[in-house]
Nanobody
Framework: QVKLVESGGGLVQAGGSLRLSCAAS????????MAWFRQAPGKEREFVAAIDWSGNDIYSDSVKGRSTISRDDADNTVYLQINSLESEDTAVYYCAAQRGAISTHRDDYAYWGQGTQVTVSS
């Protein structure tokens, strides 16, 4: 069983930066793939970024080049840094975990956090 708790969301001005954190419990964190998804009002939950157990990362086109996902296995924490924030980044951001091949599909992730709200003001 893996429990995930996100933090770091808030209200940010357009053009600013934000660093989200996801603290994980459980002994399998270091061998788990971790991801961030987001869901804007009235929209489907969409993939943002993922990092596998060895540090390989992938990004959605919407954040590629201005976002970095990273992990600290000593602290069982995964981070998402987003720069040059835009109003389109406004959403609830969710942390997710899974084992096996890294994936961009939400159905492949077995464990989810409660989410943290990010609001970008223009």
């Amino acid at each position: 069983q893996v429990k995930l708790v996100e933090s770091g969301g808030g209200l940010v001005q357009a053009g600013g930066s934000l660093r989200l954190s996801c603290a994980a419990s459980g002994r399998t964190f270091s061998t788990s793939n971790m991801a961030w998804f987001r869901q804007a009002p009235g929209k489907e939950r969409e993939f943002v970024a993922a990092i596998d157990w060895s540090g390989n990362d992938i990004y959605s086109d919407s954040v590629k080049g201005r976002s970095t996902i990273s992990r600290d296995d000593a602290d069982n924490t995964v981070y998402l840094q987003i720069n040059s924030l835009e109003s389109e980044d406004t959403a609830v951001y969710y942390c997710a975990a899974q084992r096996g091949a890294i994936s961009t599909h939400r159905d492949d992730y077995a464990y989810w956090g409660q989410g943290t709200q990010v609001t970008v003001s223009s």
